[in-house]
């Protein structure tokens, strides 16, 4: 038998056949649809009006972006430590906590958020429990905090992941070294932890920020009527009573636009420095 | 000259097993120290508690006389030098340099002269902007040497620093380390298993084996007046039979009484004695020589490797001049190329206690096996007297019990090993070749283990 070099990549060619068509059928298309839908009138002729609409909601987005930096932060901040735990623990522990993570994900997402709406009410279980001891009842349910706590609840384990995977390739002796160098604990996570922790943050902080920005059912089930994100208003154009495709397709550009400036501001940081760092 | 670092009577235990017994040192300002020992000896941990990375179960640790065990590592004057060298990839050279002077916030235009001159000592100069992963071996090693030195402390320890690097360049680097050491004064703590290394770099090497120091001294002293057959084994190579102390400065070998220097054995003791290969002359046979015949030449580069068949014996020989395999020769050396040693293991066969377990059964260390006609009751307990040529190296998988191999020691026609279970050696003759520290098989030859009573004494 003899030995022929494969022509290069051409199983492979053939095999990324369906998903390139996919991606043109549904995800190309799609968006030339929601660029010609902004740039013009029901009747068909180009206009800059629709974008005049979403600056009537700009409180909407500021909101969203707010709700949304905060939920990423808490994230990163409750994350950091545990991946970091994670990423120093046996692999036995490690596999453990891995599961204990995926384990909510199991479950439908609706459900998972409809459950923290029992929680929170009025009547709910916390409040109760509260309750016995002459707590309260507080408001929690349909505030801002509620959605904050919505997007951390849904999207801490796409924080966490990404944080454990780029910490478990960071030696232990690199630890050691600034220690023995002089470094303390605070030293360590600011000088030498979080610097070689950074592309996966960045990835993490991505992976948070964008679906929490753009999140409609978290905070309808959790926000009540008074806490309306961009998700919100976009869906309402197209399935609400206030039926309006082309103001619609305005704000997905605009939110687009803004998260493409966000995420290239967040991936500035990450210029090529960590380039060969895990040799 | 006044002790800086002094480690006393430290016991470390890590999940059952004891990587330190009882190890004691004492180490001088301005020396260069080595620890030196096969893997797995303890000689790494004994680094990680002098610089805070273990805490030693029992024992203290002392700087400059005071007591520093629960100190953590940043706190102490003291730097590493990592065995895979531990450089930050997200820095480059003089931000690697400069990490531990930043830490200790000292104005910017002196870290930037102390990086400098640091790094011209290291011969690095010019390479500061560059990243470490674009540096090679030799100079990602040298960047976390001026790293570790930059601080002035007042020990350095390094942890098998020219283990990645080719042998020309571990050459260099071990002048270079030593120009370092005689130029800064800083005290240096050296781990490595390479003796080569050790013997030429130290002012004092310390071999350690299985937890325990087993010599510490000058390099000359290691190599001519080794304490044990396991340091003479493990520094350079030897001539390591068995003989007989018959008198102060009379020891026994090959059927001959030779004349040597030592003494204080006691009388008709066996020993281990040793001569270096390169301490033997090989001349003309004749009666007062003991004499043997060349089986082997071997052309080393700067001397040939001989090996002589006489008294039983395989003898090594290290000669510039060749004698064809076939030639009858003398062996000449004198009272002070011989070193008698203790044993590593006291007598000569080993005996077990065991019990009587039923009718003409006996069980020792987990084993039974049958008696016939052996008639005494059952919870007796008896003495067993196994003889080290009896006991079979077998696979495990084959084995009546698995064993430690804790060493093994060619003695001219025979291996000697000594194995660890069950809390107590055995001591085996076998002419198989092993891997020391790990675990082997063996198997008994039960017909011919003779069965005492048991004399006495709650020694297992």
């Not at chain 1, 592309?199 to 920020?209: A, L, S, Y």
């Not at chain 1, 305005?250 to 636009?257: D, E, I, K, R």
């Not at chain 2, 670092?5 to 430290?10: G, R, T, W």
């Not at chain 2, 020391?436 to 006495?456: H, L, Y």
Request: charge should be negative.
């Amino acid at each position: 038998m003899t030995l022929r070099p494969a022509r290069k990549g051409s199983l492979a060619a053939f095999a990324a056949v369906p998903y390139l068509v996919w991606t043109a059928i549904f995800i190309l298309v799609p968006l030339g649809m929601v660029l010609w839908f902004g740039f013009t009138t029901p009747e068909g002729g180009f206009t800059l009006e629709n974008f005049q609409g979403v600056v009537k909601y700009a409180g909407v987005f500021w909101k969203s972006i707010r709700l949304s930096i905060i939920a990423t932060l808490i994230c990163l901040v409750v994350g950091f430590p545990v991946g970091y735990l994670m990423s120093r623990m046996g692999e036995v522990g490690q596999r453990t906590m891995l599961m204990l993570m995926m384990l909510p994900m199991w479950m439908s997402f609706l459900l998972r958020t409809y459950a923290w709406m029992t929680l929170l009410e009025r009547e709910g279980l916390i409040n109760r429990f509260l309750g016995l001891f002459g707590l309260g009842p507080f408001s929690m349910i349909n505030t801002q905090g509620a959605v904050v706590l919505g997007m951390v609840y849904n999207y801490l384990p796409f924080m966490i992941l990404p944080l454990h995977s780029i910490m478990i390739k960071i030696d232990r002796s690199i630890i050691e070294a600034a220690q023995d160098l002089g470094a303390n604990s605070l030293h360590v996570l600011a000088r030498v932890l979080l610097p070689l922790s950074l592309p996966g943050i960045i990835t993490g902080v991505t992976m948070v920020f964008v679906p929490s920005v753009s999140t409609f059912i978290i905070s309808r089930m959790l926000g009540g009527g008074t806490n309306l994100l961009i998700g919100d208003l976009i869906e309402q154009q197209f399935l609400g009573s206030t039926y309006n495709p082309q103001v619609g397709s305005a704000m997905s550009l605009v939110l687009m636009v803004m998260i493409l400036l966000i995420m290239g501001i967040i991936n500035h940081f990450d210029n090529g420095e960590m380039e060969g760092m895990l040799v | 000259m006044a002790k800086l670092i002094e480690l006393k009577n430290i016991v470390l235990s890590y999940e059952g097993d004891r990587i330190l017994d009882n190890v004691s040192l004492s180490i001088e300002s301005g020396q260069f120290v080595t620890l030196l020992g096969p893997s797995g000896c303890g000689k790494t941990t004994t680094l990680r508690i002098i610089g805070g990375f273990a805490t030693p179960d029992e024992g203290d640790v002392l700087f400059e006389g005071k007591r520093i065990n629960d100190l953590p590592p940043h706190k102490r004057e003291v730097n590493t030098v990592f065995q895979r060298y531990a450089l930050f990839p997200h820095l480059n050279v003089f931000d690697n340099v400069a990490f531990g002077l930043k830490i200790q916030k000292l104005p910017r235009e002196e870290i930037r002269q102390r990086v400098l001159s640091m790094l011209e000592i290291v011969d690095l100069k010019g390479f500061e902007k560059r990243r470490v992963n674009r540096l090679s071996g030799g100079q990602q090693q040298r960047v976390a040497i001026a790293r570790a030195l930059v601080n002035r402390p007042k020990l350095l320890l390094l942890d098998e620093p020219l283990g990645a690097l080719d042998l020309k360049l571990r050459r260099d680097m071990q002048l270079e380390l030593m120009n370092i050491q005689r130029k800064t004064g800083v005290t240096f703590v050296y781990v490595t298993h390479d003796q080569e290394e050790a013997l030429t770099m130290s002012d004092v090497v310390v071999v350690m084996k299985d937890g325990v120091i087993q010599q510490q001294g000058r390099p000359e002293d290691i190599y001519n007046e080794p304490e044990n057959a396991f340091v003479a084994d493990f520094i350079g190579e030897s001539n390591i039979f068995d003989g007989v102390m018959e008198a102060d400065c009379k020891v026994r070998l090959c059927g001959r009484t030779l004349t040597c220097l030592d003494g204080g054995f006691g009388e008709n003791r066996p020993v281990d004695v040793v001569i270096r290969p390169e301490d033997i002359d090989l001349v003309p046979p004749s009666d007062e020589l003991l004499t043997g015949e060349v089986t082997g030449v071997v052309f080393k580069g700067v001397h040939y490797e001989m090996a002589v068949q006489c008294g039983g014996l395989q003898w090594l020989i290290h000669s510039t001049d060749a004698h064809p395999v076939g030639e009858q020769v003398g062996l000449s050396f004198g009272p002070d190329d011989i070193h008698i040693m203790k044993r590593l293991f006291e007598g000569s066969e080993n005996v077990l206690r065991g019990e009587v377990t039923g009718e003409d059964e006996v069980t020792f260390c987990d084993v039974s096996f049958e008696r016939p006609g052996l008639g005494l009751p059952e919870g007796t307990p008896v003495e067993l007297i196994i003889q080290p040529g009896d006991i079979e190296v077998v696979s495990i998988d084959h084995a009546h019990l698995t064993v430690y191999l804790e060493s093994l020691i060619y003695k001219g026609d025979y291996n000697e090993l000594v194995v660890w279970t069950g809390g107590r050696s055995l001591l085996i003759h076998s002419y198989l070749d092993q891997q020391v520290a790990t675990d082997i098989g063996i198997r008994f030859d039960f017909d011919k283990i003779r069965i005492a009573p048991w004399k006495g004494g709650e020694t297992v």
